[in-house]
């Protein structure tokens, strides 16, 4: 799961397509990058050194066979290996596909090759790149070298890419920018592999929580009612998750409610707005059966309780987009506390 | 240990985009409610839900846990995810039932592929150290394998493209299907290479879907279906991640499941191909001859729903029996770069 790395960039600001129609539902572009940082271990840790200093080693398997990129264990005995051997930097074709469109990231930034290649000295086959130029400069048995890289780094993108033997291509093919390196004290060897991982995606919304954003966009607050239990959510759900039948019935919702539970945020953290101490907190609109987070502001931190009535501080109108950022935050109405069995059920 | 049955199978149309989100609950509420109408079964009756769907092509955590709002999944059910193909969700199941933990059994698995650029997402499923970092993407992978077979003279440009061509004709009759017609293979073959091997018809289309199947044990699928389809045999294995020590040409992993599960004599076989030639890789490794039916649905080559496209075979495997047409039918279903990782399902009339 994505969960687990740290995240560089995460946008998801939802804006209207061009083509829209009412029932089409919003969508906008969302971008994922994280840095994946690796410690290599002994063996990985061997070979991606050797690539620094241009070298490939391989490992020697239990029956001989030397084994590029190198394995830890052995494949049939499941031994852990451990004697490496230096393989040519030139080597054989034993298969290849055409890659008429570089993606981004890919080797090489314009039409290539990708091939397994056998080593000279090596026994397996190793996936990479091959600037040829064109697929019918490209042949299954053909001999391809090393193209390193200008300063490698201890990755395996040491290897740029590799380069036919008879007839390599008069200039060098367009690359993506090298990884990024942990930093190590000098001389000391690479322990770690960086490899930055970025993914676009476009991003829609449910029909229902289409027509809230739009609502937002006009100051509106729309909630649906499940058909089947009659409970009011806001954001409206594509599936009630008590009953799995989306939410229909259109409920517009005042922009009064309720504080049900909160937080005190004492920490700063990356990305932060405003300046702790500050509340977060579920607000339960007045008709709605569930709370949604936000903002309490206007009063002092140590002030804000459960059951407080509050009232949403809307940005002014010039500002307003299909986003709850609509809302800057919500303020105290003055008004007495909620009793909690009115909200007991909510929490 | 108690036997387990398919009772229900429905699936969402395979398309090359849908309006709706990555979590996939537009899709799963109309197929949830049609296996229910089928099985007359309701939620309440459920003893265990699983399913199989990944954050990579969603962009997003835990995005399965949204996909629960489709089950109505409080008050709190008993629930797992695979991040795999739902196939593998629904051996999960199926060990559930066989422990006798519960005796029924929801599988779902949903993507939606459109939302991201899905070659270069796959690439993250492959070596971090070695192959990940040059994003090397899934046809790019494919290509390297056909061309193999292709050198080895296990298959021609010919023997591919009449893969593809049988495979759209038996759509014409799966009203899911996202690719289908009446096409010759000498046709397709005078098409460009889109990726040398590689011709369009010889990959598998960029699909949204979703698929889902009701498990039961023998016992209580008798009293919902007449014509359980019994699992008599299940198994998965793996072959090695490094591309280049396999015989690519060759389905190890499959073979060993395939007789582990007793494969041959089969009468249908839905096999999960995303490309023409692993067809015949697959077909080898189970040892089938000319008399076993091959992918009557069309199979992935006619629409391939990122993890469910496995469930969906099982599914097309087990309707076979549900509704007569076969008593002994296979399912199969892959994950991983060329075929890396395999599980095979034999399927008997109960
Ligand atoms: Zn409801």
Redesign the pocket.
Known sequence: MLADKSRTCFTSVVTSAATETEQTPLSAPLNVGFDYTRSVGPVLGHFVNALRQRRIVGIRGSDGRVHVPPVEYDPHTAEALTEFADVADEGTVVSWSWAPEPLEGQPIQRPFAWALIRLDGADTALLHAVDAGSAAKMRTGMRVRVRWADEPVGHIRDIAYFLPVDAPPDDPAPTPPPPPVVEREEGSPVTTVVTPVHLSFEHSVSPEESRYLRGLAEGRLIAQR?P??G?VYIPPRGA?P??GVPTVEEVELPDTGIVTTFCIVNVPFLGQRIKPPYVAAYILLDGADIPFLHLVLGCEASEVRMGMRVRAAWKPRQEWSTTLENIAHFEPTGEPDAPYESYAHHL | MNDVAVVGFAQAPCVRRTHGTTNGVEMLVPIFAEVFEQTGLTKADIGFWCSGSSDYLAGRAFSFIAAVDAIGAFPPIHESHVEMDAAWALYEAWLKIRMGEVDTALVYGFGKASAGELRRVLSLQLDPYVMAPLWPDSIGIAGLQARLGMDAGLWSEKDLAEVAARSRRDATSNPFAQLSGDVEAARLLEEPLVADPLRAHDIAPVTDGAAVIVLASVERARDIVERPAVITGIEHRIDSPVLGARDLTRSPSTERAGLAVGARDVEIAELHAPFTHQELILRDALGFGDDVRINPSGGALTGNPMFSAGLTRIGEAARQILAGNASRTLGHATSGPALQQNLVAVLERG
């Open positions: 499940c089947a239990c409970k009630c008590t009953d």
